[in-house]
């Protein structure tokens, strides 16, 4: 890393926080995946209705993060970074009180708004501190590395806290983290700048566009389990066609919108992302069916499960490494569309491998090519999103990105469920049936296919879109001594 930032300040342990900030909001993605049969058993949840646990966190920051980019261009960085710590850590406390699913889902989405606080506001900070280039990527794959091995890492930690307190703990582990960070960010921040008043925060836009998110989610989320043509699918995805409309209408005319439509314009921001869309709703649900199949096919208990995700962590990690020196040689571009195939290969070798009396070993290559995928994916297509947008809009296109990115998470997870659990009831007796083999199988499948999205989409990028510099020529170079 490199030893000054254009800032002037040491950059190791800014970003070493700013990482961790992006650590902490992934980790609380995938923190309850392997937690779910046990918080179903404590709380009361049907198979199909479980999956809300996770889709109301992703729903809620989905639909927050526009507003959460804006206001950290417009109230500070590092405000906003400790107001949204302090929000998600106050949410975390109470989903580890709740009593009830409504209780229990209320947090969760308390969460989601918090972590759309703190994303883009981390996010921005890594952008606006770091020179646009070499030192940017390195910087970013630092950043998206934490958020990638968070997801990971969270069905590790997620194990250990449920067999040894309970499913509240991997809601109460959330409070001293968030505490240590919210404190940090006051001696290794930068200050913020006075706020500036006269630019008004769109809350017509963020109302239209969060509605108009969440109920688009609710209408596919709902569907495998009411049918398409029912009343309340139907009403939802209407209503939810209506308020984007409006919200693309408010932002037209806003002097302040939420989200510029010419940024829009801008085709390497949009080719991002379509890309960051595409990872969230395919491969970005593998670790939330992986646990599954961990769990309900091969029978491991919350800690086994837990402990089988070292393969994935220590596949992802390889992955960030590598998709730094490819940036590196080859550009985003490139790096992005090996990452969507490998990913691809990965998905279909994963399906292949499943089966009812298969083992951890048996499925491991698998997990490793798919968690290789999402390493190699993660840096590249932040890095895309962030290239060439102006410091003063860091913010709100890192708002942008990670919507995409929540909203394609939360759409695939209500679509991916749905055939996850095909022809499968509730609870029965002490055991959850959630999904067996051959669905958990097709899943897989649909996940490999769908990645084919996301190769399309990277090829829409500007070819030149984080390409290498070119090395500088005799004659451009000085003299020795010079």
């Known amino acids: 890393m490199p030893p000054s930032s254009p800032t002037g300040r040491s950059p190791g342990w800014p970003l070493a926080l700013l990482a961790f900030g992006s650590l902490i909001t992934a980790l609380d993605f995938t923190i309850v995946y392997v937690a779910l049969p046990e918080m179903a058993r ?7 209705a479980l999956q809300w646990v996770v889709s109301a966190y992703a729903i809620a920051y989905g639909g927050f993060l526009l507003l959460g980019g804006r206001l950290a261009d417009v109230a500070g960085r590092r405000r906003m970074f400790v107001v949204g710590m302090l929000l998600f850590g106050g949410a975390s406390l109470l989903g580890g009180l709740a009593g009830g699913p409504e209780q229990l889902i209320a947090a969760r989405v308390l969460q989601g708004i918090g972590a759309a606080i703190v994303s883009p506001a981390t996010l921005s900070l890594v952008s606006t501190t770091f020179a646009e280039g070499r030192e940017r990527n390195r910087a970013m794959t630092v950043w998206a590395s934490a958020g990638a091995a968070g997801l990971s890492l969270g069905a590790l930690l997620g194990g250990v806290l449920t067999e040894a307190v309970g499913w509240q703990g991997v809601y109460f582990v959330n409070v001293p983290l968030v505490a240590i960070a919210a404190a940090a960010a006051f001696a290794l921040l930068p200050p913020d700048g006075p706020r500036e008043r006269d630019r008004p925060l769109d809350l017509p836009g963020a109302l239209t566009g969060t509605a108009g998110a969440t109920l688009l989610v609710l209408a596919i989320a709902q569907a495998p389990e009411q049918g398409a043509g029912s009343a309340p699918v139907v009403v939802a995805a209407l209503l939810a066609v209506a308020l984007l409309a409006l919200f693309v209408a408010v932002e037209a005319r806003s002097p302040s919108p939420l989200m510029p439509l010419r940024l829009l314009r801008d085709r390497g921001l949009t080719a991002a992302l379509a890309v960051i869309f595409a990872f969230g709703l395919t491969l970005q649900g ?39 020196r490819l940036v590196a040689c080859f550009g985003t571009r490139v790096t992005l569309i090996a ?15 499943m089966s009812a009396d298969a083992s951890y070993a048996t499925v491991l290559a698998g997990i490793l090519v798919t968690g290789l995928a999402m390493g190699l994916i993660f840096p590249p297509m932040f890095i895309a999103a962030t290239s060439g947008v102006d410091a003063a809009e860091q913010g709100t296109a890192s708002g942008m990105a990670s919507t995409a990115l929540q909203a394609g998470a939360g759409a695939g997870l209500a679509i991916l469920v749905g055939i996850a659990t095909d022809g499968l009831g509730g609870l029965g007796g ?53």
Request: aromatic residues 6%; hydrophobic residues 55%; without cysteine.
């Open 286 to 324: 593998i670790p939330y069916f992986l646990t599954l199949y961990f769990q309900d096919v091969l029978g491991f208990s919350a800690l086994e499960g837990g402990v089988a995700f070292l393969g994935p962590t220590l596949a992802i990690t390889a992955g960030n490494l590598l998709a730094d």
């Open 42 to 48: 404590g709380v009361g949840f049907s198979a199909h």
């Open 339 to 353: 990452g969507m195939v490998v990913g691809l290969g990965g998905g279909l070798l994963l399906a292949a491998q």
């Open 430 to 482: 002490e055991a959850l049936r959630v999904a067996t083999a051959d669905n958990l199988a097709t899943t897989m499948r649909v996940i490999a296919v769908g990645a084919l999205l996301g190769v399309v989409a990277a090829l829409l990028l500007p070819r030149q879109a984080g390409a290498p510099a070119p090395a500088p020529t005799p004659a451009a170079e000085e003299p020795a001594g010079a």
